[in-house]
């Protein structure tokens, strides 16, 4: 049976490989955490082996990672990174499902994103890039650069990959879709 870990315990290690004269108090800080949860954590992670205690002077210690703290803050790593990719992975499909019956329902010839420069924006072009949906696609920063775009017409949505109250109001009226939004359902 595998022992109940706190959800900040990597965060502690990482912490700890990086600055091993740290007080309980750093630590305490750094983590979010009550002085004495950190001590409790700290006992326990000696106790299992992760770490190591050596004293500096009588009311100083340093925290040294072990080979198998080492080992279990790679692991968990690596189950992190899983995690993530996994769920980037989900919402790429999702966007990509939404996109892709849009266009089906609407008929439409080309679909058109609007939002900020982020990561969100960045997955899209990537998206964009591996031609991922059913019809073309393009990305706008820009109410200008949309609009200019002779595939755009007023009654084309256009889906929105920022709060929509970040899109500009302009004379004439975006037809604006929440992706966002429809993400969260």
Not at 25 to 43: P, Y
Not at 95 to 109: D, G, H, K, P, Q
Request: hydrophobic share 40%.
């Amino acid at each position: 049976m595998q022992a109940q870990y706190l959800p900040k315990e990597l965060a502690i290690l990482n912490y700890i490989e990086e600055n091993s004269q740290a007080t309980q108090r750093e630590l305490s800080a750094f983590a979010g955490v009550s002085l004495g949860t950190i001590n409790l954590v700290l006992k326990r992670m000696v106790k299992v082996g992760w770490l190591k205690i050596e004293r500096m002077q009588p009311n100083s210690v340093r925290y040294l990672l072990t080979p198998s703290g080492i080992a279990n803050k790679i692991e968990r790593t690596y189950g992190y990174l899983v995690r993530t990719y996994n769920e980037i992975d989900r919402l790429q499909a999702r966007i990509v499902t939404i996109a892709n019956a849009l266009a089906t329902r609407s008929e439409l010839e080309q679909i058109f994103f609007y939002g900020q420069e982020d990561e969100l924006c960045q997955m899209i072009q990537n998206l964009i890039h591996n031609q991922s949906f059913i019809v073309p696609a393009k990305f706008y920063h820009t109410l200008e650069e949309l609009k200019a775009d002779p595939n755009y017409h007023k009654e084309t949505p256009v889906l929105l990959i920022s709060k929509e109250t970040q899109m500009p109001q302009s004379k004439e009226e975006v037809k604006r879709i929440n992706l966002i939004g429809m993400l969260r359902v």
